[in-house]
């Protein structure tokens, strides 16, 4: 409570909220401007974009990447933003002068930690992996460890 107010809380919250609801909206419009012409099956559980992409029949492609690049980086600050809290969270349990403070304060972050790694990991490799070892399996795969298994 002294490190950080309900008054900056309120204020990442909202900024994560806003930014994730203006990410989302700026995709959802792109991807429903664009015209399919191989069908409308999508080869995953959910509609995801890449798969959508694989669809497309135009150039408007090319404005779904310049999203896809401007959705990177809004994810690196966010990595950023993360790592730099983490480290203010980590060193402020290690001042904690109770082995068992210190104990349960890492058992609460460890697994989120874990959780976030995995989610950034599996996604970045589902989005970033090479065509040539791309196969519909390894994309299914990919997509339920990196929205179900989180």
């Not at 874990?114 to 795969?141: C, E, M, N, Q, R």
């Amino acid at each position: 409570g002294t490190l950080l107010g309900s008054r900056a809380c309120v204020h990442m919250a909202a900024a994560a909220w806003g930014t994730g609801f203006l990410n989302a909206l700026l995709h959802t419009a792109n991807t429903f401007s664009l015209p399919l012409c191989r069908g409308n099956a999508v080869e995953q559980f959910f509609c995801e974009i890449p798969q959508l992409l694989k669809l497309s029949c135009s150039h408007s492609y090319l404005r779904e990447l310049g999203l896809l690049v401007i959705s990177l980086c809004l994810c690196f600050v966010c990595f950023v933003f993360m790592v730099g809290s983490y480290v203010q969270i980590f060193r402020a349990v290690l001042r904690i002068p109770s082995e068992q403070g210190r104990h349960k304060a890492f058992s609460t972050c460890l697994p989120h930690l874990v959780v976030v790694s995995l989610f950034i990991s599996t996604g970045t490799f589902a989005y970033l992996k090479p065509p040539s070892i791309s196969s519909p399996s390894l994309d299914l795969t990919m997509a339920v460890l990196y929205s179900v298994v989180p």
